[in-house]
């Protein structure tokens, strides 16, 4: 079973920027994929950024160029830096595990077996 809490989510003004941390703790397997989905209002969830136990990173398209997930070295943090943030990234953040995805789109939300608790981002 895995934990996962996220942090570091607030109010912030367009154009800013913002860093969401996402502590993970339990059992971890070698072939795990993490990432970060959002749900704003009256939306569904979607998938923002994912990062597998290769390093390999995959981002929505609303968000490349502005959005960088990353690791810490002990693999036990998953970060999001988002910058030039617009209100349309409102949202409440999740931060998500999986194991063993093969060639399956890790940005949707059917293949996530584990979730935090959310931590809301507000741009104005």
């Known amino acids: 079973h895995v934990q996962l809490v996220e942090s570091g989510g607030g109010l912030v003004q367009a154009g800013g920027s913002l860093r969401l941390s996402c502590a993970a703790s339990?059992?971890?397997?070698?072939?795990?994929?993490m990432g970060w989905f959002r749900q704003a209002p009256g939306k569904e969830r979607e998938g923002v950024a994912a990062?597998?136990?290769?390093?390999?990173?995959t981002y929505a398209d609303s968000v490349k160029g502005r959005f960088y997930i990353s690791q810490d070295i002990a693999k036990t943090t998953l970060l999001l830096r988002m910058f030039r943030l617009t209100p349309e990234d409102t949202a409440m953040y999740y931060c998500?595990?999986?194991?063993?995805?093969?060639?399956?789109?890790?940005?949707?939300?059917?293949?996530?077996?584990?979730w935090g608790q959310g931590t809301q981002v507000t741009v104005s």
């Open positions: 998500a595990a999986t194991y063993g995805l093969g060639t399956q789109d890790p940005l949707s939300t059917l293949h996530y077996q584990y």
């Open positions: 339990g059992r971890i397997y070698s072939n795990y994929v």
């Open positions: 990062i597998d136990s290769g390093g390999g990173v």
